[in-house]
């Protein structure tokens, strides 16, 4: 007799790289002989599925541009018709799979929209923004008033009116959830982190937690490479000088490429630099090689030192390699994942909006030159082999769904 599979849902918020690449690492670990899988996104991502059994279909997400820039203005990311609106659409997709269980990275709607269809669903996150979390403060992101009051009085006022500000963030979720029936669940934290189940991709090590109910569940780092191979000027990379590994992502400050390539170039160092696709460093000086795309993880294997714009897919690709890293932050999500780095004693934080040449280069020096924060690379990349993530997740699935 032939086993009925089960329906597993993963949903991806299409406003970074790393909300698409995280669902959709969970995606291909789970066998299609047991599930029937599925992965909702915005379409242009499809390419990702090819040559799998994952049934792709398409979701509406803002742009990224009108994410980033809402965060760059500090203003809360979704609106109320933003947010009826997903919910419109995640009850049409759920309506029409029919899922046993649905996973989500960073779609605040399905709190809603899964409760209402009584779907298992479990929320993909960072613990930084769990309500669990051990740090009670959070830094002040690149803000208007950092530049308008200076960088510590604006730390000192956004200490003081935080807590104001998460639960401002939180209006058009609660009022949401309200509108359907549901109560409503507190500040930011609760609106990025609620689910049936509660998924941290992260350690505990890095990122510390307290109190943690059963349903909230560290599954390891969720690390995606792209498939590619290495390019063909790999070959000719000099090995008698430190190579370092420098990419903004999606969401980093890319007009500052140009002044870091530059100081680099001067640097005793080979740098190589994927740019994402979002700008072309022209004209390339010496010793720098560039390309739109590299394989992260083999990159950062062969580095010496990270540098990116701190958020965590990037800076856990390092970290699994026991690499460094140097994180330019700008959002308040590259704040807390280079937080906890530097906590850790694996990497060095600077501030987007306060880099400056002559810091830079100091920055670098120092991470190449203190064997200490290799060293506490190294003891993290340790912890993240103890956290198998696909082993984790499909341990959770055959747990909810039997």
């Not at 995280?22 to 996104?41: I, T």
């Amino acid at each position: 007799m032939t086993q009925t599979r089960r329906r597993v849902l993963l949903v991806a918020e299409a406003v970074t790289l790393a909300h698409v690449t995280r669902p959709l690492v969970l995606a291909k670990s789970l066998d299609p002989a047991r599930y029937e899988v599925h992965f909702a996104c915005a379409p242009s991502y499809d390419r990702f599925l090819a040559g799998t059994l994952i049934r792709p279909w398409p979701l509406w997400s803002i742009p990224p541009q009108q994410f980033m820039a809402a965060l760059a203005r500090g203003a809360p990311v979704y609106d109320y018709r933003t947010l009826e609106r997903y919910v419109e659409d995640d009850l049409e997709l759920l309506d029409e799979i029919q899922p046993d269980l649905v996973v989500g990275d960073f779609r605040l709607s399905l709190a809603v929209s899964a409760a209402l269809r009584k779907c298992p669903y479990a929320a993909v996150t960072n613990a930084h923004w769990s309500p669990y979390s051990a740090w009670r403060s959070f830094p002040l992101p690149q803000h208007p008033a950092a530049r308008l009051l200076g960088v510590e009085p604006a730390s000192l006022l956004f200490s003081l009116i935080q807590p104001l500000v998460f639960r401002l963030h939180a209006i058009a979720f609660n009022r949401l959830r309200r509108r359907h029936g549901l109560p409503p669940l507190g500040n930011l934290q609760h609106a990025y982190t609620h689910g049936d189940y509660t998924l941290y991709a992260d350690t505990p090590g890095l990122v510390p937690t307290t109190g943690l109910p059963d349903n909230h569940i560290y599954l390891g780092p969720l690390i995606w490479s792209p498939p590619l191979p290495l390019p063909d000027w790999w070959s000719e990379l000099p090995g008698d000088r430190p190579l370092l590994y420098l990419t903004l992502g999606s969401s980093g400050r890319v007009d500052l490429l140009p002044q870091l390539v530059a100081v680099l170039a001067g640097m005793p160092v080979s740098t190589v630099i994927a740019t994402a696709g979002r700008e072309v460093v022209e004209p390339v000086p010496g010793r720098v090689w560039v390309a739109d795309y590299l394989p992260g993880l083999a990159v950062a294997r062969q580095a010496s030192l990270v540098i990116c714009n701190g958020g965590s897919a990037t800076v856990y690709q390092a970290l699994a390699e026991g690499v460094p890293v140097l994180g330019i932050a700008s959002n308040m999500d590259q704040h807390l994942t280079m937080r906890a780095v530097e906590e850790c004693g694996a990497g060095i934080l600077i501030r987007a909006e306060k880099t400056k040449p002559d810091g830079f280069r100091r920055m670098v020096l120092a991470l190449l030159g203190v064997p200490t924060y290799q060293d506490a690379a190294a003891k993290i990349a340790a912890e993240f082999k103890a956290y198998p993530v696909v082993e984790r997740f499909l341990n959770f699935v055959s747990s909810v769904l039997g």
